[in-house]
């Protein structure tokens, strides 16, 4: 597939990274900055062009012309919506990616039609990671939350520990501690090796369980992989940027919020858009102002600034001084690992949250939702299978018959709003949702063709 | 530096080189002759050491860096010099000592065309043939050939195709997978083969040496299956077809690409190196003809402007096909077309030399100093059309012409003291630094009758021309073993 980034900046160098990491896929970056894009391409098998992303002659020459997908990741929203236009409108190009930060785009209506500003898929990596860290905090806990099949299921990831039912226990024994729950275990890594899970594996203290789930039956599974704290009330956010005001928004009605912003004109601005929720003028790393507001007493501390390095000292300094949870905001991968091996509970990071999004834009086959996981090494699908018997590769099969490559396992389906868990003698159906969970990136071509339909039904 | 890597891809690359020694067994057969014996032994040879390489780290699955990059061309070009030596080794139809042998396979893969065998005419095709396509092999690079048939080399492959390939600027890529830039680059190398050789047979060469030739002229090579090179056909036709290929194997190959991409030769025409260079190649043409008819060499108009534009052509892209013996050419003529394989021809193309980019960067500097003279505060970029160039590559392109007169000096001295005289000695170094062929002066028909430590000297040569020095020279510094 032909795709063209336009702007080599956090989100888009990852995602340049992610999606050439695919053989099929071709990509050509567009920026402004010759050094960046250097740099990228000393790095990634890419094409790399120099000029304004919204500039037709630039999109000419990075090939818009036979591009399958433009993905519009700049800066600037209008620079984003100009390009998905001049994409539309001089190279008719079918996939119209943009990231949109404004909220007042984002919510007016009609506004992103084919007919006014061509963007099919708006992508808002603040509102992504709001809702990621909303969902953590819904769920004590847990690592990584997310969403299939429109909110339906959740694949779940957990550290196991000792007070879990099930640690120590073979998974067999699943049913017969919780038996009316939909559910199952997805994969486990134990010392950052990858396993499917069997019928006769033992969880073990300090494995990574991720379990898929009923929304209804989250907790009851979390329960079973370790000791189930208490619900989130006391919140306190660091960073009153567009992330944080969103989070201090969406949990004000809820929970406890307190948000530190460092800015005195910032602080007040948002303290006039947020209800509830107290605005601190500040430092988030200053020691005496966290003691002063009882930082032992809270439940969860997110360092949400834009700058990493302090997200990293003041969440290390938030949990030394008694903060239950602590999680910071991470762009740099190579910090990831650094910080979730010591004293930072969950380390968040904006690209891999948002990469998601995007892949499943480029997956061939009906893909409705792409999750990144571990760094990119997993990936959680959710594809619809399409064709009747015998023109697909999976419709009218038993579980056990389909052709998986290695790594993958079908852990869900969803069949007409109905969870259903996947055993081996399970018989997908036209238009199931089919939830796979792969633990092997590499093997992900494999896994499109299988949901490819044949000619015949195109 | 990261060994196992290294060693994996040299492997591989080994074998598949070792594959290319196959073809002359088919035309050792189609011949009826003796001859194939060889190159099933270098072939086996070649495949073995490949294995014994390969076979302990292959299951290494690590990233090239650039650094090892640079190691696996200037490691790779070495060992394949050598191994590409072994069918002429083991031939019993000719007596070749190694350094010879190397000699001549190293000759062969750089380009350079400058050879230790007479009596062609007598050797057996399928020796004959193995030379020629040692030639195509190395014109566009037998590297960019492994970058565009194995995917595996993944990022990798644009480390060890910027370390191969000439030219200031190694960062445009014609699509954005590197394999299918490789891969795009090989097929418009193969059409122009293919038309070359059919333009051959139509111009009344044989099959054979229609083959041959259109092997050495797209790759610029200048290798022959006669001793009297392009001047045994005597054709003028012939003549015409060589001078049209070798022309347009000095452009650089991405013009190429997009004119048939987009079927239009616009981009030949906007091109400002493009249009340096057919202007350079016009003008020496011109004076070269100029210079015959003024001392009368030729008794026919027709000889000396066939002959003239021939040899213009032919130096000045670095090819070294002969029609006439240049070198008793009358007055400056000879170091004329000598010093203008110092330019060479396009960045990107098969040819050596300085190329004609890096030239017109140097000169358009000096333009602007002279500017500068006179307007003290003008701020004046260095433009290629419309475009300012980068500093960085203005730097490097100082960098690399300053690097190229010192090996230049240093090879010559060492040449010298060998105990070659002057005009030998400097023509033999120009002709293969510029990776030219013939030389001037006890070089000018063949280097048989060098010692054998001036002939490594200009192996050293070859070498430093083709990878265009710094590859090979970045080896050679602290800096790089470095940890």
């Known amino acids: ?458 | 530096m990261n060994w196992t890597v290294v060693q994996r891809i040299l492997g591989l690359l080994l074998m598949m080189f070792s594959l290319t020694m196959l073809p002359p067994v088919i035309i050792a057969i189609i011949f009826d002759e003796a001859s194939w014996l060889p190159f099933v032994e270098g072939f086996g040879l070649t495949l073995a050491a490949g294995l014994v390489i390969w076979l302990p780290v292959h299951r290494s699955r690590k990233d090239l860096r650039l650094r090892d990059g640079f190691l696996v061309v200037a490691a790779f070009w070495t060992v394949l010099g050598t191994f590409g030596a072994a069918p002429l080794y083991f031939a019993d139809s000719i007596t070749m000592s190694l350094t010879d042998a190397i000699f001549e396979s190293m000759s062969g893969l750089t380009t350079t065309g400058a050879t230790v065998l007479t009596g062609l005419d007598e050797l057996p095709k399928s020796i004959l043939y193995y030379r020629q396509q040692l030639q195509w092999l190395g014109g566009m690079g037998i590297i960019v050939l492994a970058v565009a048939v194995l995917p595996m080399l993944g990022v990798g492959g644009m480390q060890l195709y910027r370390a191969e390939t000439p030219g200031p600027v190694k960062d445009t890529k014609l699509t954005p997978r590197i394999t299918e830039t490789a891969k795009a680059l090989w097929y418009v190398y193969l059409a122009f083969t293919i038309t070359c050789a059919v333009s051959y047979v139509i111009a009344g060469m044989g099959w054979f040496d229609a083959l041959c030739h259109a092997f050495s002229t797209v790759a610029i090579g200048g290798f022959s299956t006669h001793d009297m090179s392009i001047g045994y056909f005597g054709s003028t036709a012939v003549d015409l077809v060589a001078i049209v290929f070798m022309f347009a194997a000095g452009i650089n190959f991405s013009l190429h690409f997009y004119a048939w991409r987009y079927v239009s030769i616009k981009h030949y025409s906007q091109d400002t190196e493009f249009r340096a260079y057919a202007m350079i190649l016009i003008v020496l043409s011109f004076l070269v003809v100029a210079g015959l008819f003024y001392h009368q060499s030729y008794a026919s108009p027709g000889d000396t402007i066939i002959n003239g534009m021939f040899q213009a052509v032919s130096i000045a892209t670095t090819t070294g096909f002969t029609t006439a013996n240049y070198a008793s050419w009358p007055a400056a003529l000879p170091v004329l077309l000598l010093f203008a394989s110092f330019i060479g021809g396009s960045a990107g193309s098969t040819a050596g030399g300085i190329k004609v980019i890096r030239c017109l960067l140097i000169y358009k500097q000096g333009l602007r100093e002279i500017v500068r003279l006179v307007h003290p505060s003008a701020e004046i970029p260095v433009k290629l059309g419309n475009k300012a160039v980068q500093f960085r590559v203005v730097d490097a392109v100082w960098g690399f012409f300053s690097v190229y007169i010192v090996v230049f000096v240093v090879l010559m001295l060492a040449i010298m003291a060998t105990g070659l005289d002057q005009v030998t000695s400097f023509s033999a170094i120009a002709a293969t630094l510029n990776n030219l062929g013939p030389g001037l002066g006890d070089v000018s028909s063949g280097f048989m009758t060098l010692s054998d430590p001036a002939k490594w000297i200009a192996i050293a040569g070859m070498l430093l021309g083709r990878l265009e020095i710094f590859t090979l020279l970045v080896l050679i510094t602290p800096t790089f073993w470095r940890h």
């Open chain 1, 1 to 458: 597939m032909k795709i063209l980034i336009l702007g080599a900046g956090q989100v888009g160098s990852s995602a340049a990274y992610h999606l050439s990491r695919e053989e099929s896929n071709e990509v050509t970056v567009v920026d402004m900055r010759p050094e960046v894009l250097r740099e990228l391409q000393d790095r990634l098998d890419i094409r790399t062009v120099v000029g304004h992303a919204a500039h037709p002659e630039v999109l000419d020459r990075a090939g818009a012309n036979d591009a399958d997908i433009v993905v519009a990741l700049t800066d600037t929203d209008e620079t984003n919506m100009v390009a998905c236009q001049v994409a539309y409108t001089l190279f008719h190009t079918p996939t119209k990616i943009a990231r949109i930060r404004a909220a007042e785009y984002m919510n007016a209506k009609n506004l992103f039609t084919q007919d006014a500003i061509p963007v099919d898929v708006r992508i808002s990596p603040e509102q992504l990671v709001c809702e990621y860290v909303e969902q953590l905090i819904l769920y004590p806990g847990a690592s990584q939350v997310l969403d299939f099949a429109g909110g339906r299921v959740r694949l779940v990831g957990v550290k196991s520990d000792r007070d879990g039912l099930l640690v120590g226990q073979r998974i067999a024994t699943l049913k017969e501690h919780i038996p009316n729950t939909e559910g199952r275990i997805a994969a486990i890594y134990r010392q950052g090796k990858a396993m499917l899970p069997e019928g006769d594996t033992v969880i073990q203290d300090g494995d990574e369980v991720f379990f898929i789930a009923d929304r209804k039956d989250i907790r009851v599974f979390m329960s079973e992989m370790r000791r189930l704290e208490d619900p989130v009330r006391r919140v306190v956010i660091a960073g009153g940027g567009n992330i944080g005001l969103r989070l201090a928004l969406a949990l004000e009605q809820t929970n406890q919020v307190k948000i530190i912003e460092r800015d005195q004109l910032r602080a007040r601005q948002i303290s006039e858009q947020l209800n509830k929720a107290i605005v601190l003028v500040g430092d988030a790393a200053d020691e005496e102002l966290l003691l002063e507001e009882n930082i032992d007493n809270v439940d969860v501390f997110c360092a949400l600034t834009n700058s990493e390095e302090a997200n990293i000292l003041s969440s290390m300094l938030a949990k030394r001084l008694g903060s239950q949870k602590v999680m910071a905001l991470i762009n740099r991968a190579s910090y990831v690992d650094l910080v979730e091996a010591g004293s930072i509970d969950i380390a968040i990071s904006p690209q891999q949250v948002t990469i998601g999004s995007l892949l499943a834009h480029v997956r061939r086959g009906d893909v409705v939702k792409v999750h990144s996981l571990r760094r990119g090494a997993a990936e959680a699908i959710e594809a619809i299978a399409h064709g009747k018997e015998g023109e697909s590769k999976v419709v009218g099969r038993k579980i056990e018959d389909i052709d998986l490559p290695k790594g993958a396992a079908i852990v869900t389906l969803v069949r007409d709003g109905q969870v259903i868990i996947a055993h081996h003698d399970t018989v997908i159906q036209t238009d199931d949702h089919v939830i796979l969970f792969l633990t092997d990136r590499r093997k992900i071509e494999k896994l499109e063709k299988l949901f490819q339909v044949g000619v015949s039904f195109v």
